[in-house]
């Protein structure tokens, strides 16, 4: 079935590198995103992943994909209290008329 | 920027009472889609709209759920008879294409709770 999973928390010190981590059921994804939501606002695109590919960097921003683990993970570098959000995970499906199946999302605590 | 929008932001609501969650897509947008997050759970696939149809629903979507165009701008989301366990965060999203990959924009949400 289509299940996607995250952790629900992650603390990191101003500064690190944060890795958030989603794990995922189905072998018919066709892309992969990662999503950021700021108290009171909508879910927003950072970056995704075509289910083909390994690795996309997008300046502080690394996306690493093992197709074979369905393991999807978010890399931030030089994370910021600005980074301060939940992030979700979510997958579209081959035939899947474009629905989106999200995780729960991570929420990220930067903190000095 | 354009950006989707939803109103209200928070509605309170009796249980078996009727709600419109409204929402403004993004005006060359032709695909759009509810999605609603109980607390503290995964946000879900409500339904896909387009050309005056539905795409596609989710099981969540019964028949207490209808969604419309009434005009050339809004996108509704109809619960007839609204019960408990409707409470959620209902975002609305739109997107201009349906391709493999899609860029879906979504609104900031409304946050329905029923008492």
């Known amino acids: 079935g289509e299940d996607v999973e995250q952790s629900l928390f992650l603390s990191v010190r101003e500064g690190d590198s944060s890795v958030i981590n989603c794990t995922y059921t189905?072998?018919?994804?066709?892309?992969l995103y990662w999503y950021k939501q700021e108290p009171g606002a909508g879910l927003q695109l950072l970056t995704y992943i075509f289910s083909n590919m390994d690795m996309k960097q997008d300046q502080r921003l690394t996306v690493l994909l093992n197709k074979k683990d369905k393991h999807l993970s978010l890399r931030i570098a030089d994370t910021q209290t600005g980074d301060s959000a939940i992030y979700f995970c979510?997958?579209?499906?081959?035939?899947?008329?474009?629905?989106?199946?999200f995780g729960a999302g991570t929420r990220l605590a930067v903190h000095p | 920027e354009p950006e989707v929008t939803q109103t209200p932001s928070h509605q309170v609501t009796q249980m078996g009472q009727e709600v419109i969650l409204r929402c403004v897509p993004i005006?060359?947008?032709?695909?759009f889609y509810w999605y609603r997050q109980i607390l503290g759970q995964k946000v879900e696939f409500l339904v896909s709209f387009y050309n005056n149809e539905i795409s596609e629903k989710s099981e969540i979507f019964d028949d207490q759920f209808s969604v419309e165009r009434p005009d050339g701008s809004n996108f509704t989301l109809k619960i007839r008879s609204t019960k408990l366990e409707d409470s959620a965060m209902y975002f609305c999203?739109?997107?201009?294409?349906?391709?493999?990959?899609?860029?879906?924009?979504f609104g900031p949400g409304t946050r329905l709770t029923v008492l």
């Open positions: 979510a997958e579209t499906l081959s035939g899947g008329y474009n629905k989106l199946i």
């Open positions: 189905d072998s018919s994804s066709t892309y």
């Open positions: 005006s060359n947008h032709l695909y």
């Open positions: 999203a739109s997107s201009d294409s349906d391709g493999d990959y899609n860029e879906q924009f």
